[in-house]
């Protein structure tokens, strides 16, 4: 079946939303999700989006660009941290505009509360930047930019999982997707294609990520020979509920919670002496591990504490009402009163899809572009989190880079012609489901994706080392032919997810090959990746970004410049 629309937006989450809002002001435009658009990622994110609006203290963009590039362990390409902390005050502005309900100060403006990292004059203490809504703020902007995709007439296709990127003559021609609902496979031509599927949490067993989270776009285009930047860097956020993972966002320590060990101590006053627990995710994630190495988890177990206890029933309610209920609910305990406990869980991609700061995909060491192919969102690497992304930014970059790939993509649109499609645009991906669902082996996806999980977890998580992460590959090869072995019992049509969670794995495994690979190649600690036989930052060797392809004979890599305009990389401390 053969649709055609000027643009296609793969992906219905904060990203993909503002970036079909571009479009559909120029030509026919279509967004595709395998999920419902509301049930998008975005719509889980609680703490708020960071925008130097000043409305509670003195702040400025600078100082956001600042705290982002140091968050960043100066691995960000600071040009376009530039655009992010300047955009990010009008973006919010929009929301507020199009009607997002943020919480208020008594004077009516945006509310802002305090967030890891983000800091006045420079890193010398804690300034109020996070805009929020609650803490539901994700959920009102995917809400706010459905209303406004749906007045302006975007067209849906939801549940279609997309499986093929098409590109002829060297330029992006179109995806391949199949319905969830019949399962068969579409062939949609454009002009221009966005790319905006989200993250990849569910590689790790303890994640905050909903389960749709399987790297899907990176996948697809991976196998089309485009690379992945900077996968190596996968962010754990230290506040998880313990073994499920769910978050706990850091809007609590924004607002007065504070980490404890064992011995009930505020345990950040020996790691990051004058932000303490709001210090920057990875430092945080690693000083509870380290804290529990040396035995000072809670009971000898893998966890810390999280303490509400002195905040009051009053600021629980009114700012962080759904996460103490999800305490209440999970853990049938009383954070007003009782110690929570957390630990570090899998949250954010800071690598993916390379772009250039008008989303466009770029696949080389030069940035050069392929034409009609964009990027946004989680899914995409501009790059503005380098090593370390900072609490509320992703919100902002999902916003900020998915109107200027929208924008980018519309005036493309205007200017090119469609490109001829192939004799047999479908025949990629008819052939890998004709090979998943005839395939008669013994092994059940559920349990290849347990074991990848629990791998990734012990292997290449928040300390890595040459041998761990030399395992890991060993494990790696054992997976994917056990996954070459994975039979689809659902052998129907009609809302067959039993396939399209095999498909999710091969994706997974993707994108876990890759992280491995880059994080071996890369000999050196900065921001999330942290090597225990390379302790140490090394900028003269590793002061770059990493590229790695799916080439024959497995990863390959180039590695490109960094780009540095207004701050050195200097050492990070708190
Ligand atoms: C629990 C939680 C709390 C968070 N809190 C914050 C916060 O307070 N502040 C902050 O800045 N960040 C926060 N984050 C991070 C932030 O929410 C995400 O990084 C961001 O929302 C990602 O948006 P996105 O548009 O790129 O992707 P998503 O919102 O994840 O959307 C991905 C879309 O892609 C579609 N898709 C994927 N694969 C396919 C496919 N194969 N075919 C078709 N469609 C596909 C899905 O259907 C979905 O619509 C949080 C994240 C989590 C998990």
């Known amino acids: 079946m053969l649709q055609r629309y000027d643009a296609l937006v793969v992906g219905a989450g904060g990203a993909g939303l503002m970036a079909a809002l571009q479009l559909s002001k120029q030509g026919h435009v279509a967004v595709l999700s395998k999920l419902y658009p509301t049930r998008s990622h975005t719509g889980a994110a609680q703490g708020g989006i960071g925008a130097a609006l000043g409305n509670m203290e003195e702040d400025h963009w600078e100082w956001h660009m600042f705290d982002t590039i140091k968050g960043s362990d100066y691995l960000a390409d600071q040009d376009a941290v530039e655009i992010l902390c300047r ?29 890891g990292g983000h800091t006045r004059e420079f890193g010398k203490a804690p300034v109020r930047r996070s805009c929020y809504a609650a803490d539901r703020t994700g959920h009102m902007i995917l809400q706010t930019m459905y209303q406004q995709c749906i007045k302006d007439d975007v ?3 939801n549940e279609y999982h997309v499986i093929d990127l098409l590109v002829e003559q060297g330029r992006c021609a179109g995806v391949v997707a199949i319905c969830l609902e019949t399962g068969e496979i579409h062939t949609f031509q454009a002009k221009a294609v966005i790319f905006a599927t989200g993250g990849f949490g569910r590689i790790f067993r303890v994640t905050s990520n909903a389960h749709a989270l399987t790297g899907d776009g990176m996948s697809v285009v991976l196998r089309r020979g485009i690379p992945l930047e900077d996968i190596e860097f996968f962010q754990f956020h230290p506040t998880g509920i313990y073994k499920m993972g769910i978050l706990l966002s850091e809007a609590a320590r924004g607002e007065g919670a504070i980490l404890r060990n064992r011995n009930g101590e505020r345990f950040m006053e020996r790691y990051a002496p004058s932000l303490l ?20 988890g809670i009971n000898g177990a893998n966890y810390v504490h999280l303490d509400f206890t002195h905040l ?47 989303g466009r995909v770029v696949i080389d060491d030069k940035n050069t572009p392929v034409p009609g192919l964009y990027a946004a969102g989680e899914a995409a690497c501009v790059s503005v989190h380098g090593g370390n992304r900072l609490g509320t930014n992703s919100l902002v970059d999902i916003l900020v880079f998915g109107r200027r790939s929208g924008r980018h993509a519309a005036d493309f649109i205007k200017k090119n012609e469609f490109v001829p499609l192939g004799a047999n645009p479908e025949e990629r991906a008819r052939e890998m489901v004709q090979r998943l669902t005839t395939n008669n082996g013994k092994e059940r996806a559920g349990d290849v994706r347990g074991t990848l999980q629990d791998e990734m977890m012990e292997k ?22 056990r ?45 999330a990746h942290f090597r225990e036989d390379f302790p140490k930052r090394d900028d003269p060797n590793w002061l770059k970004h990493t590229l790695a392809y799916l080439g024959p004979k497995g990863i390959e890599f180039k590695y490109k410049p960094v780009k540095i305009t207004k701050f050195e990389p200097k050492e990070r401390k708190y």
Do not use: C
């Open 87 to 115: 955009e990010a005050i009008e973006t919010v502005y929009d929301l507020e505009h199009w009607g997002l309900p943020f919480s208020r100060t008594p004077e009516g403006k945006i509310a802002q509360r305090p967030f």
């Open 155 to 157: 067209q849906f296709y």
């Open 277 to 296: 627990d709001l210090a920057p995710r990875d430092m945080v994630s690693r000083a509870i591990y380290r804290e529990i190495q040396e035995g000072r």
């Open 312 to 358: 009051g029933r009053d600021v629980l309610d009114k700012k962080l009402p759904d996460i103490t209920d999800f305490v209440r609910t999970y853990m049938g305990i009383e954070p007003a009163k009782e110690l929570v406990p957390v630990q570090p869980t899998a949250h954010y991609a800071m690598g993916g899809i390379p772009t250039d700061n008008d």
């Open 460 to 481: 290449a998580s928040v300390f890595r080392d040459a041998k761990t992460l030399s395992a890991m590959r060993e494990k790696l090869h054992e997976i994917r032919d």
């Open 483 to 527: 996954y070459n072995h994975v039979k689809v019992e659902d052998r129907g049509t009609k809302y067959n997810t039993e396939l399209l969670e095999v498909i999710e794995l091969g994706s997974l495994i993707d994108v876990a090959q890759v992280l491995v690979e880059s994080a071996l190649a890369r000999q050196e600690s900065r921001g």
